[in-house]
């Protein structure tokens, strides 16, 4: 692999994760800025940093999205191929970031890389049994992340029942401070990983690295793009996930936090890629159906729903039809 190409996916990669940044933003935030527990220009500043921490202190998922879906060592265009996946990917982040759909980046990713390796070395050459783990992962998570934003808010109901809506959101809003940060933090530790991944991939796949190690230079570097891109903000998404999914006080941000945060920490430590924006929402959907059913803004939720289903097969399709016009023009 000659400089200027490795260069180029280095750019890729780490404007794929400086758009994650600033798309997945509002997804650590958007409870915390909602109900006024903090300024939107702190809230953001506090994101960035412990995005940061979170994405150093991780690789095992940059080891499973680098070699699950294929292994870069057998592909003989392999660095094309992330030049293709990286690009169908960023194009997917930045119209849903556009249209303030909370759309998941790794689904975006993950179909990219598979649409592209289908297109560049056949469907034999994608990993079956390392894809459909990363698929259950990425459908699971969000099943659980209801289910733990739903008993969390539960038992907090009952909890404080007989105390004063006032103090309960007043105690809650400092403690959203602290579930802010850590929601950030595991959002660091998952998403940041996904970028080194991609980065390690081409490494191989181009014959720079013989094994699947990532550098101390890819996690710098990917950790500071996903901090700089999360400096920047996502407003349409925090609109859409803090405002109109349903009326948030500080006690359902705090439950939502709370559950989606742990769903995806848990994720981290066994080296799955989960998709934040799908677990951080599905953990307010359950925190809304646990504080009123009816409350929530289901004809929106079911629009959500519709982004995620579709995100893996139209990446799949874009990257393929990417990595086929690049085959043709330049190779």
């Given amino acids: 692999m000659d400089s200027i190409t490795l260069w180029m996916v280095v750019i890729f990669a780490l404007g794929f994760d400086f758009i994650n940044g600033f798309h997945d933003t509002a997804n650590a935030i958007a409870t915390t800025v909602s109900t006024r527990a903090l300024k939107p220009r702190v809230a ?7 995005n940061f921490v ?18 870069p060592a057998d592909l003989p265009n392999g660095v094309e191929i992330v030049i293709a996946a990286l690009i169908s990917a ?9 249209f303030g759909i909370p759309s ?9 890389l598979a649409g592209a390796v289908a297109s560049g070395a056949g469907f034999d050459a994608i990993n079956a049994s390392g894809f459909v783990d990363i698929i259950k992962a990425l459908i699971f998570s969000p099943l659980i992340a209801f289910s733990a934003g739903f008993i969390i808010m539960w038992l907090l109901k009952l909890i404080f029942a007989k105390t004063s809506p006032h103090q309960v ?30 980065i390690t991939f081409a490494l191989v796949a181009g014959g720079i690295q013989d ?19 999360t400096s920047v903000g996502g407003w349409k998404i925090i609109k859409t996930m803090g405002t109109k999914i349903f009326k948030i006080e500080p006690i359902n941000g705090f439950a939502a936090d709370i559950g989606s945060a742990g769903v995806i920490l848990s994720a981290t430590v066994m080296e799955l890629p989960v998709s934040t ?11 809304g159906s646990a504080k009123r059913f009816s409350s929530v803004r289901w004809s929106l939720a079911g629009k959500i729903v519709v982004a995620w289903v579709i995100t893996i097969p139209i990446t799949a399709l874009l990257a393929a039809a990417i990595f086929w016009v690049m085959d043709k023009v330049f190779f």
């Fill in 169 to 198: 959101n007043k105690g809650f809003r400092f403690g959203q401070i602290l579930t802010a940060a850590f929601q950030s933090f595991s959002h660091g530790t998952n998403d940041a990983q996904k970028a080194m991944g991609i």
């Fill in 44 to 50: 953001i500043i506090m994101a960035a940093c412990m």
């Fill in 104 to 112: 998941s980046s790794s689904h975006a990713l993950i179909g990219s």
């Fill in 90 to 98: 960023i194009v997917w982040n930045l119209l849903t970031w556009w």
């Fill in 211 to 229: 094994h699947f190690e990532v550098p101390l230079w890819v996690k710098l570097s990917a950790a500071l793009a996903m901090a700089l891109g």
């Fill in 277 to 287: 924006t799908h677990v951080i929402t599905s953990s307010i959907l359950g925190v």
């Fill in 54 to 71: 979170g994405a150093i202190t991780f690789t095992g998922v940059a080891k499973k999205i680098g070699s699950g879906v294929a292994n």
